[in-house]
């Protein structure tokens, strides 16, 4: 089992930022792909971003490419998600998300790659 509780969310501006974090236990963190999803009201769960065990390869979704920064602290057990350049379409509740098993990044696309989800964090963008 793992456990991830994630921080950080709330109300920013348009054009602020914001760090998620998110912490696990339970399971040697080392060996986990990580990403971020996010859900926003009447809408599916979409992929963020996702980093790599070592942190040594990222993949992003083009909404945020450029904007968003995944990365990891594995001897702190902690994943981030750095936030710039926020816009109102941003706005929703992002969750972390944990992976075991072997497999390209790219092919964690979908909820369905994940075994271990957050209870989420809010954040909301004003205009």
């Known amino acids: 089992q793992v456990q991830l509780v994630e921080s950080g969310g709330g109300l920013v501006q348009a054009g602020g930022s914001l760090r998620l974090s998110c912490a696990a236990s339970g399971r040697t963190f080392s060996s986990l792909v990580m990403g971020w999803f996010r859900q926003a009201p009447g809408k599916e769960r979409e992929f963020v971003a996702t980093i790599s065990w070592s942190g040594g390869s990222t993949y992003y979704a083009d909404s945020v490419k450029g904007r968003f920064t995944i990365s990891r602290d594995n001897a702190n057990n902690t994943v981030y998600l750095q936030m710039n350049s926020l816009q109102p379409e941003d706005t929703a509740v992002y969750y972390c998300?944990?992976?075991?098993?072997?497999?390209?990044?790219?092919?964690?696309?979908?909820?369905?790659?994940?075994?271990?989800w957050g209870q989420g964090t809010q954040v909301t963008v004003s205009s």
């Open positions: 998300a944990a992976a075991t098993g072997p497999g390209s990044l790219r092919g964690r696309l979908s909820t369905r790659s994940y075994d271990y």
